[in-house]
């Protein structure tokens, strides 16, 4: 499977952004889905993560009550919705489509190139 993220962009503290990460060679509802993100300077770091159907949600403590993520199937689409964003969720974002609903890397397999967000103070 193919994954394609966009919707980043920059943004004033306390704003949204909505980043939306396309598949494409296969159906979407074949994986899990995850976002993982890297700011500058530092490692990747996951953010969130989607069961096949949408049934079950993770997300780091770092990002709960703020980010949401979801799934389409129906148009091979998942979102990251992110409110209240802050300095430091500056990141280069990432989808990757795994096996296992997981905060680690190891069980996701493919992976989309990175869309930068940028959060101004």
């Known amino acids: 499977v193919q994954l394609q993220a966009s919707g980043g962009g920059l943004v004033q503290a306390g704003g949204s952004l909505r980043l939306s990460c396309a598949a494409s060679g296969r159906t979407l509802s074949s994986y899990v889905m995850g976002w993982f993100r890297q700011a500058p300077g530092k490692e990747r770091e996951f953010a969130a993560a989607i069961g096949r159907f949408g049934i079950t949600t993770i997300y780091a403590d770092s990002v709960k009550g703020r980010f949401t993520i979801s799934r389409d199937n129906a148009k091979n689409t998942v979102y990251l919705q992110m409110n209240s964003l802050k300095p430091e969720d500056t990141a280069d974002y990432y989808c990757?489509?795994?096996?296992?609903?997981?905060?680690?890397?190891?069980?996701?397999?493919?992976w989309g190139q990175g869309t930068q967000v940028t959060v101004s103070s």
């Open positions: 990757a489509a795994g096996r296992l609903v997981a905060r680690t890397e190891r069980p996701y397999d493919f």
